[in-house]
């Protein structure tokens, strides 16, 4: 059984920052891509960042130069930097391993950004 449990969610000010940390059962962090994602309240989820098993990454226009995904495969765990957050960033935020046509999510972790 899969298992990815976010944490490091919370509430910060505007122009704050925060870590978010998902760390996955066995070696699905290091065979897997990886992403985060949000889904703010009315909204669709959305990625936010994705970091492949070769260690390329992509971002969402929307956090292109705040935001920084990467991946310690030794602790099983991928992280996302979270710097000059905005209110529009508040969210759950969900980490996902993409293997192959398999999908699994984390149960998310909130992150509330006051302005």
Request: positive net charge; hydrophobic residues 35%.
């Amino acid at each position: 059984q899969v298992q990815l449990v976010e944490s490091g969610g919370g509430l910060v000010q505007a122009g704050g920052s925060l870590r978010l940390s998902c760390t996955g059962s066995g070696n699905i962090i290091s065979i897997s891509a990886m992403g985060w994602y949000r889904q703010a309240p009315g909204k669709q989820r959305e990625l936010v960042a994705l970091i492949r098993s070769g260690g390329s990454t992509n971002y969402a226009d929307s956090v292109k130069g705040r935001f920084t995904i990467s991946r310690d495969n030794a602790k099983n765990t991928v992280f996302l930097q979270m710097n000059s957050l905005k209110p529009e960033d508040t969210a759950v935020y969900y980490c996902a391993a993409h293997y192959g046509l398999t999908d699994y999510w984390g149960q998310g972790t909130q992150v509330t950004v006051s302005s």
